[in-house]
Structure formats: C-alpha cells, structure tokens
C-alpha cells in the first residue's frame, strides 16, 4: 500500500525567506507526483504536476523535484510572501490499479510572516 | 472555462433529513470524483465516475448515493447521515482518455462543507 509523508508539518518563516517542502512516497510505480495548495475550508488548486519520466517542475516562484528511486520529491518556493500561507499537499498517482487514483500526504501549513 | 463548480458550498443538515450535493465542469473531463476530508486531513477517495460509469467505490456507506447524469455533472445524494459525516465534500474532475496518461492532472472544487446535526 502506498504511503505518503509529508515533513515538516507546520512551518513558519518570515516573508522574503526561500523555503523547502519535503514529501517522500513508499511505491516507486506513480503515474506522476502532483503539488497542491489548499486555503482554510477550500478546495484544492493543482501548483505544479510532475510526470513520472521528468525531474522537476517550475512555475514562477515554484520548482519541484522528483527522484523517483529514492521515492522523494520537494517543492522549493522562492522569496515567500504573506500570501502563500497555506496548506500544501503532495500527492502520488497509483500505476496498475487499472484506473487513476491518488495518494495524498498529510500535508504541510505553511505560514508566511509579515 | 477551468473550473469545477460545487454547490451549495455550506450545508447544515439533521440525521434524518435527505439532500444532494451537486458539482459540474465543462472542460469535457470524462472522469468525475468525490472526495472527502475532515479537518486537518488529507483528502479521502470515495467514488470515480468514468465515461459516466460508476468504477471504483471505495467501500463507502449506502447513506451516500452518487449519481452522474451526464459528463458534465456529479451529484452525491445524502440520506440518514451521522455527525461524523461531518467534512468537506470535494468534487474533481480529470480528462481520462482511454489509456492514463501520465501528465493527467485532477481539478478540483471549491467544496461543500457539511455540518450533521
């Protein structure tokens, strides 16, 4: 069975500070890793997808990595700001069930201090 | 148009009382899921809809009934629910050509928080 974690829970930075978000997986046969972001009581918006043949992703301040063999991935956000306070949440696509179904982490909150 | 859009998005109902949730995207996704999350949690799979098909219920209570109409909706009927139902409900939807690709990305919505009294 496919286990997510998520290290640190909770981190708290002041804002201008480059931070690093761990997210490690037990099954290395993913379809792809994805990041998302998640606000108190919302839904989740899809920050950056890795397909399981890359290494990393960017998007603005956003670059994420994927070692597939050592079954980690990070999400590396420059320059942070209040803004990006939130929940960030990696999740790994299941390969071989036959269908497309994703494994979610506990997730990180994060906040941003002024 | 790349949202998926879930109503009501707050909803307080007692135990015995039967209502529905609804979600609709029209971004041609063929494949339509229900989440859902306590607080504090990672999002939970409860049911995949595909090319309007029921395919995986992950051995959810019969009090919840999903239902697709037709590939743009997905509504979750509720009937005789307990208080820890409680959660955010969340809908998502993802393209799903006949093989899995692997840059297939899953969109979600806003959600339905739901309160059982």
């Known amino acids: 069975k496919q286990e997510v974690t998520q290290i640190p829970a909770a981190l708290s930075v002041p804002e201008g500070e480059n931070l690093v978000l761990n997210c490690s997986f037990t099954?290395?046969?993913?379809?792809?890793l994805q990041w998302f972001r998640q606000d108190p009581g919302k839904g989740l918006t899809s920050l950056l997808l890795?397909?399981?043949?890359?290494r990393e992703q960017t998007s603005g301040r956003l670059n994420a990595s994927l070692d597939k063999s050592s079954g980690r991935s990070t999400l590396y956000i420059a320059a942070s700001q209040p803004g990006d306070s939130a929940t960030y949440l990696c999740a790994v696509s299941r390969r071989g069930a036959g269908s497309y179904q994703l494994t979610f982490g506990k997730g990180t909150k994060l906040s941003v201090i002024p | 148009d790349t949202e998926v859009t879930q109503t009501p998005k707050h909803l307080v109902m007692g135990m015995t009382n039967k209502k529905s949730l609804k979600c609709e995207q029209h971004?041609?996704?063929?494949?339509m899921y229900w989440y859902k999350q306590k607080a504090k949690k990672p999002p939970e799979l409860m049911f995949v809809y595909s090319y309007e098909k029921l395919s995986i219920n992950e051995s959810v209570p019969s009090r919840f009934s999903p239902e697709c109409p037709n590939s743009s909706l997905l509504n979750l009927h509720l009937h005789a629910l307990q208080p820890e139902d409680s959660a955010l409900y969340l809908c998502?939807?993802?393209?799903?050509?006949?093989?899995?690709?692997?840059?297939?990305?899953?969109?979600f919505g806003s959600g339905t928080q739901l309160s059982v009294l």
């Open positions: 971004m041609g996704h063929r494949a």
């Open positions: 099954d290395s046969a993913i379809y792809n």
């Open positions: 998502a939807s993802s393209l799903r050509t006949a093989a899995v690709r692997t840059n297939e990305k899953l969109f």
């Open positions: 890795i397909q399981s043949s890359q």
